[in-house]
Structure formats: structure tokens, C-alpha cells
């Protein structure tokens, strides 16, 4: 069954902005450890952010542009893309765990739940 719910994907222009959010389904919550990551064409899934302990982590080639967020009201946890650029283009996956270390954040396998993805395009 699906844990985790992507959504606010779709077709940007270099330069534009897009947000998207992570919405936990069935009995699942958020966790202590959030994270984004993104899976190209012919490419490994890799990590783009993540919120652990009010702190965030960001990978260097979207640092300044992107932003993580959670709003626990709500139980959603947010993606804030600005400046997009073409290789930005891939599928985006949400991820939650519940005990990672800060080495561990960009660790695939170290988290417990992931969403089914949501594509986002760059193209002019």
C-alpha cells in the first residue's frame, strides 16, 4: 500500500518554480526524518533534501534554490523548487524514517517509507 502521497509535479519553464507536497497515507504520519529525493532517465535515485530535528540538508546542486518545509498541522511535508533548471528534470520521491543519523540522510536504504513519485519536467 502507498505511505506517502507526492503531488504538485508537472511542465516548468527554465527559471520557474514549482512546490510540491508530501502527504502520508493510510496510518502513517510524519516522521523525525523527511526527505526528497530524484530519479532521472537512466540515472540512480539521488538525495536532493532533508528536514531531520528542525534542521535541513541539501544537496550542493540545489542548495540557494530549493527549500524543505513541514507544517505537522497539516501532516505534510513541502518541496520549494525555484530557479528550475533542465537538469532538475526527473521523478521526485518523498522518503520518511524514523532513526538516521546525519550520515545516514542521504542513504536510500536507510529510510522506512517512500511515496510512488511525482515528475517534474524543465523544458522550454
Known amino acids: 500500500q502507498v505511505q506517502l502521497l507526492e503531488s504538485g509535479g508537472g511542465l516548468v519553464q527554465p527559471g520557474g518554480s514549482l512546490r510540491l507536497s508530501c502527504a502520508p497515507s493510510?496510518?502513517?504520519?510524519?516522521?523525525?526524518?523527511m526527505a526528497w529525493f530524484r530519479q532521472a532517465p537512466g540515472k540512480e535515485r539521488e538525495f536532493v533534501a532533508s528536514?531531520?530535528?528542525?534542521?535541513?540538508q541539501y544537496a550542493d546542486s540545489v542548495k540557494g534554490r530549493f527549500t524543505i518545509s513541514g507544517d505537522n498541522t497539516k501532516n505534510t511535508v513541502y518541496l520549494q523548487m525555484n530557479n528550475l533548471r533542465p537538469e532538475d528534470t526527473a521523478v521526485y520521491y518523498c522518503?520518511?524514517?524514523?532513526?538516521?543519523?546525519?550520515?545516514?540522510?542521504?542513504?536510500?536504504?536507510?529510510?522506512?517509507?517512500w511515496g510512488q513519485g511525482t515528475r517534474v519536467t524543465v523544458s522550454s
Open positions: 493510510g496510518r502513517t504520519s510524519i516522521t523525525r526524518v
Open positions: 528536514l531531520r530535528a528542525g534542521n535541513r
Open positions: 522518503a520518511a524514517g524514523y532513526h538516521l543519523r546525519q550520515p545516514e540522510l542521504v542513504d536510500t536504504d536507510r529510510y522506512d517509507y
